[in-house]
């Protein structure tokens, strides 16, 4: 059965409470989000995309906008907190890209590939060279993704961007952050050209708008060579590369050749040690990052369906080690967003100490953009829409935690802000622009009073194993 954490009682290296799926005070229980099984994927081949899902352009079928919940009688939103993901991205490694090139290019000297082999590297050089420079750049479709996020963002919440309200916006040092800050704010200007909006990207802010881990502490725990091992062992036991590999080369066995005369020897031009695993796993990847570019080239006559499942399986499971509450990480990695947690409470205390509670004077809105290596693991600190989740089965984490539900590109989360005359904030949560769960009681989800959500997190904040680290 499925546990959860109560993190404002768990004994950090220990233990953890479990409510046994216990649900919410309100119309929600705690939701489930699996890796989609094979049926679906048949159905629906975009599920297999993993964390290079692109996020959907809504504005192209208004249909799918989500609808949102009208707030109880009386109250207005007047501040929204958000912190987003950046777009779509070209693969941020350039060995992705270069290295099955060159695999194939020697393969095809050594008259090792398949004809399928020859169309493939053909196309694989061609991506190689559009990536070329490009390396974790944001691409059109990313900077396009922003500006649609930010004008429904602008439609559903009029009230706080209205007249000269104050944007606070703020980006990690990378380039992709920061053009998708650009994009976003660039269009919330061009509905209302009288927004105060302010951009910022320094390494002043980076403690908390990305993962700063000075004393290794999170990455000594994840980097234990007992994960390798159990990841390595998943990918064996997921992973089925005869087909594809063998599509493109002619005998399995001159990998060990390539290694041995190439690889490892005489190398002037480093070629890359390489297996039948690699392979798979470097073509399929990419094959499921191009949707994120503009080019027209697309793997799928090579890469299955099933392939990209077999990695979107793997991946989910590495996502679940680094961001969620498991064994792998003791428990303790969503820590790692201790200091983003903080500043939404401190930014949100601020703003509404400003604007007041009654919902009639603006606090504008504080955006922030970064990476889905801040986002998932924060979802998870504050469990949201169930990203909380203890499995301790690695077999059964697809069952219960799919990182796609969380951080497709350009994944956000907003946090928005109602006020009423005589009557307590209510907050309502946003993941994706989907109404999303908190694990906290109401008795009118999708809202949520503020100060029992704020209690609820600074009590989690106080068993943050690093809470002094930058104080």
Same mark, same amino acid.
């Given at each position: 059965m499925k546990t959860r954490i109560i993190l404002a009682a768990a004994l950090i290296f220990t233990a953890s409470l479990s409510l046994n799926g216990q649900p919410y005070k309100g119309k929600q229980t705690s939701p489930v989000y699996a890796v989609p099984d094979w049926e679906q994927v048949q159905a629906n081949p975009s599920l297999v995309l993993s964390d290079y899902q692109p996020y959907p352009v809504l504005d192209q079928d208004p249909a799918s906008i989500p609808a949102l919940t009208k707030a109880p009688k009386g109250y207005k939103p007047f501040y929204i907190s958000h912190y987003g993901r950046h777009g779509s991205r070209w693969l941020i490694s350039s060995a992705t890209y270069k290295d099955p090139v060159a695999f194939l290019k020697k393969a095809n000297e050594e008259d090792m590939l398949t004809p399928r082999g020859k169309d493939v590297l053909r196309r694989l050089e061609q991506v190689e060279e559009a990536a070329r420079g490009r390396y974790g750049e944001l691409t059109r479709l990313g900077a396009e993704q922003h500006r649609q996020i930010a004008g429904r963002m602008f439609k559903n919440f009029p009230q706080v961007f209205k007249g000269d309200a104050a944007v606070d916006a703020k980006s990690t040092v990378i380039i992709r952050c920061i053009l998708s800050m650009e994009s976003f704010c660039m269009r919330l200007k061009e509905l209302n050209p009288k927004l105060r909006i302010t951009n910022d990207a320094s390494a002043h802010d980076m403690y908390y708008m990305n993962n700063q881990d000075p004393d290794k502490f999170f990455h000594k725990i994840t980097s234990d060579p007992k994960n390798s091992e159990i990841l390595k062992a998943y990918a064996r036991k997921v992973f089925k590369t005869d087909r594809l590999v063998m599509s493109l080369v002619k005998d399995t066995s001159w990998f060990a050749t390539y290694n041995e005369k190439f690889a490892f020897k005489d190398n002037p031009d480093k070629?890359?040690?390489?297996?039948?695993?690699?392979?798979?796993?470097?073509?399929?990847?990419?094959?499921?990052?191009?949707?994120?570019?503009?080019? $027209?080239?697309?793997?799928?006559?090579?890469? +299955? =369906?099933?392939?990209? &499942?077999?990695? /979107? @399986?793997?991946?989910?499971?590495?996502?679940?080690?680094?961001?969620?509450?498991?064994?792998?990480?003791?428990?303790?990695?969503?820590?790692?967003?201790?200091?983003?947690?903080?500043?939404?409470?401190?930014?949100?205390?601020?703003?509404?100490?400003?604007?007041?509670? $009654?919902?009639?004077?603006?606090?504008?809105? +504080? =955006?922030?953009?970064? &990476?889905?290596? /801040? @986002?998932?693991?924060?979802?998870?600190?504050?469990?949201?829409?169930?990203?909380?989740?203890?499995?301790?089965?690695?077999?059964?984490?697809?069952?219960?935690?799919?990182?796609?539900?969380?951080?497709?590109?350009?994944?956000?989360?907003?946090?928005?802000?109602?006020?009423?005359?005589?009557?307590?904030?209510?907050?309502?949560?946003?993941?994706?622009?989907?109404?999303?769960?908190?694990?906290?009681?109401?008795?009118?989800?999708?809202?949520?009073?503020?100060?029992?959500?704020?209690?609820?997190?600074?009590?989690?904040?106080?068993?943050?194993?690093?809470?002094?680290?930058?104080?």
């Open positions: 070629l890359p040690k390489y297996t039948a695993s690699g392979l798979f796993y470097d073509v399929t990847e990419l094959s499921i990052s191009l949707p994120n570019t503009d080019l $027209d080239i697309s793997l799928d006559d090579v890469v +299955t =369906l099933e392939d990209k &499942h077999q990695l /979107n @399986l793997y991946r989910n499971l590495g996502s679940y080690r680094y961001a969620g509450f498991c064994d792998m990480g003791q428990k303790v990695t969503p820590f790692r967003q201790t200091y983003l947690l903080k500043n939404i409470i401190e930014t949100a205390d601020k703003a509404i100490a400003e604007a007041g509670t $009654d919902g009639k004077k603006t606090a504008g809105a +504080t =955006l922030r953009f970064g &990476h889905d290596s /801040n @986002l998932m693991p924060l979802c998870s600190l504050m469990d949201i829409d169930g990203a909380g989740v203890y499995e301790p089965d690695n077999d059964n984490v697809a069952n219960v935690w799919n990182m796609e539900h969380y951080i497709p590109k350009a994944g956000n989360l907003q946090f928005i802000f109602y006020g009423k005359k005589n009557a307590p904030v209510l907050i309502k949560v946003l993941l994706n622009e989907h109404e999303a769960t908190l694990p906290v009681e109401t008795d009118k989800f999708p809202y949520y009073e503020w100060n029992k959500v704020r209690e609820f997190y600074l009590n989690i904040l106080d068993n943050s194993p690093i809470k002094e680290r930058f104080e």
